[in-house]
């Protein structure tokens, strides 16, 4: 018989871990980010750099995004770790190495990585054969969405302690969903242990993008649609504050791409800079 073949990750997922490696070859230091791991999982053809999306100076603002809001939320776990919290969970994890990455950190926590079953088994294998392993800490939980299976419960299984604060960060995936599954989700999330932090991006509807980066977001629709995975999701800040108060959330606050732009791009002889388009909800419960 031969062996099961198992699938790749989703476009999209290999295509951020590849601007982030774009990031360390390409822009020059000081890097926001550092993680070539997730280009060595990904394992793409040796001209990978001449795909149209691996472009230098046309893909700039959108790595520079990427890396940003990576930079965040690892600064984020990193101020939680310090202050206590031991759980960490990623929902839709995709090629993330944080564990990898950032192993003086990570093993101090239980890192929970959800995703797609297919996902979960290309990552497990990769990183076996890689050599990083999968240590003890570090839960790989496989989740089929599509055939309605509870995450939640998944979670809890996997050794989630829902009486324990944690850090939950959901990035790139929202506006993939329906609204009322957002909802729903924050709604979740709002129920978890006082003292939690959740951070998740949302896409901004095009009329509060900037101009120079309003183009580049239209012409990414028919191409999410082509793929299989549309757009369906649009929030303003306001509308995703509203969302997560009335989910529960005891704070909440909207973290914009300009931010991390002042943030970590301040004064780079390069120029480079985030596109907009993506922000960020940080709320507490």
Same mark, same amino acid.
């Given at each position: 018989?031969?062996?099961? !073949?198992?699938?790749?990750?989703?476009?999209?997922?290999?295509?951020?871990? #590849?601007? %982030?490696?774009?990031?360390?070859?390409?822009?020059?230091?000081?890097?926001?980010?550092?993680?070539?791991?997730?280009? !060595?999982?990904?394992?793409?053809?040796?001209?990978?750099?001449? %795909? =149209?999306?691996?472009? =230098?100076?046309?893909?700039?603002?959108?790595?520079?995004?990427?890396?940003?809001?990576?930079?965040?939320?690892?600064?984020?776990?990193?101020? !939680?770790?310090?202050?206590?919290?031991?759980?960490?969970?990623?929902?839709?994890?995709? #090629?993330?190495?944080?564990?990898? /990455? @950032?192993?003086?950190?990570?093993?101090?926590?239980?890192?929970?990585?959800?995703?797609? $079953?297919?996902? !979960?088994?290309?990552?497990?294998?990769?990183?076996?054969?890689?050599?990083?392993?999968?240590?003890?800490?570090? %839960?790989?939980? $496989?989740?089929?969405?599509?055939?309605?299976?509870?995450?939640?419960?998944?979670?809890?299984?996997?050794?989630?302690?829902?009486? @324990? =604060?944690?850090?939950?960060?959901?990035?790139?995936?929202?506006?993939?969903?329906?609204?009322?599954?957002?909802?729903?989700?924050?709604?979740?999330?709002?129920?978890?242990? =006082?003292?939690?932090?959740?951070?998740?991006?949302?896409?901004?509807?095009?009329?509060?993008?900037?101009?120079?980066?309003?183009?580049?977001?239209?012409?990414?629709?028919?191409?999410?649609?082509?793929?299989?995975?549309?757009?369906?999701?649009?929030?303003?800040?306001?509308?995703?504050?509203?969302?997560? %108060?009335?989910?529960?959330?005891?704070?909440?606050?909207?973290?914009?791409?300009?931010?991390?732009?002042?943030?970590?791009?301040?004064? /780079?002889?390069?120029?480079?800079?985030?596109?907009?388009?993506?922000?960020?909800?940080?709320?507490?419960?």
């Amino acid at each position: 018989m031969a062996d099961e !073949q198992i699938a790749v990750p989703d476009s999209t997922a290999v295509r951020v871990a #590849l601007w %982030r490696a774009l990031h360390v070859q390409a822009d020059p230091p000081p890097h926001v980010i550092e993680d070539e791991i997730g280009l !060595q999982l990904a394992a793409p053809d040796e001209g990978w750099r001449r %795909r =149209p999306d691996m472009d =230098p100076r046309s893909s700039s603002g959108f790595r520079a995004a990427i890396v940003a809001r990576a930079r965040f939320i690892e600064d984020l776990i990193a101020e !939680q770790a310090g202050h206590g919290v031991t759980q960490y969970v990623v929902l839709g994890a995709g #090629l993330d190495t944080f564990a990898q /990455r @950032r192993t003086e950190i990570a093993a101090r926590l239980r890192v929970f990585e959800i995703d797609q $079953p297919d996902t !979960q088994a290309w990552k497990r294998q990769r990183l076996i054969d890689l050599g990083y392993g999968i240590p003890d800490w570090l %839960r790989l939980v $496989p989740v089929d969405f599509e055939a309605g299976e509870d995450w939640w419960e998944q979670l809890s299984d996997a050794g989630f302690d829902p009486g @324990r =604060p944690a850090v939950v960060v959901c990035t790139g995936v929202t506006m993939y969903l329906t609204k009322a599954t957002n909802a729903a989700t924050l709604r979740r999330l709002a129920g978890l242990s =006082p003292g939690s932090t959740l951070a998740l991006t949302f896409m901004l509807p095009a009329a509060l993008v900037d101009d120079a980066d309003r183009p580049a977001l239209e012409a990414t629709k028919p191409q999410a649609q082509a793929a299989g995975t549309p757009f369906l999701s649009f929030y303003t800040p306001e509308e995703m504050l509203a969302l997560a %108060r009335s989910a529960g959330f005891k704070h909440a606050r909207h973290v914009s791409g300009t931010v991390l732009a002042d943030s970590y791009f301040a004064d /780079r002889a390069d120029g480079l800079r985030p596109s907009s388009g993506e922000d960020l909800l940080v709320a507490t419960t």
